[in-house]
């Protein structure tokens, strides 16, 4: 099992910036990859940006130029940079980690940080 904690949400003015951490315990040998995906009340979790063991990043449209994920070593902690923010990058922002036990994958969640930008 692999456990993701998340933490640095809160209320941010448009344009302001925050950092979200994720730290990651338990077998975090397994992790390959590792991301952060966000969702409003009435809609789909949808994906931010992802990171694997080797570096390679994936950006949403919406982030890139604004966002930047990264992590400290190869899986713990991660980490995700979020600048000239929006009103419409409120969401509860939710740490993923994907994880191979043996060649079967699993995803493991967060529990979820809140992000409000708002005036």
């Known amino acids: 099992q692999v456990q993701l904690v998340e933490s640095g949400g809160g209320l941010v003015q448009p344009g302001g910036s925050l950092r979200l951490s994720c730290a990651a315990s338990?077998?975090?040998?397994?992790?390959?990859?590792m991301g952060w995906y966000r969702q409003v009340p009435g809609k789909q979790r949808e994906l931010v940006a992802t990171?694997?063991?080797?570096?390679?990043?994936n950006y949403a449209d919406s982030v890139r130029g604004r966002f930047t994920i990264s992590k400290d070593n190869a899986r713990n902690p991660m980490y995700l940079q979020m600048n000239v923010l929006k009103p419409e990058d409120t969401a509860v922002y939710y740490c993923?980690?994907?994880?191979?036990?043996?060649?079967?994958?699993?995803?493991?969640w967060g529990q979820g940080t809140q992000v409000t930008v708002s005036s």
């Open positions: 993923n980690a994907v994880v191979n036990f043996g060649g079967v994958t699993i995803t493991m």
């Open positions: 338990g077998s975090i040998r397994n992790i390959v990859s």
């Open positions: 990171i694997t063991t080797g570096g390679s990043t």
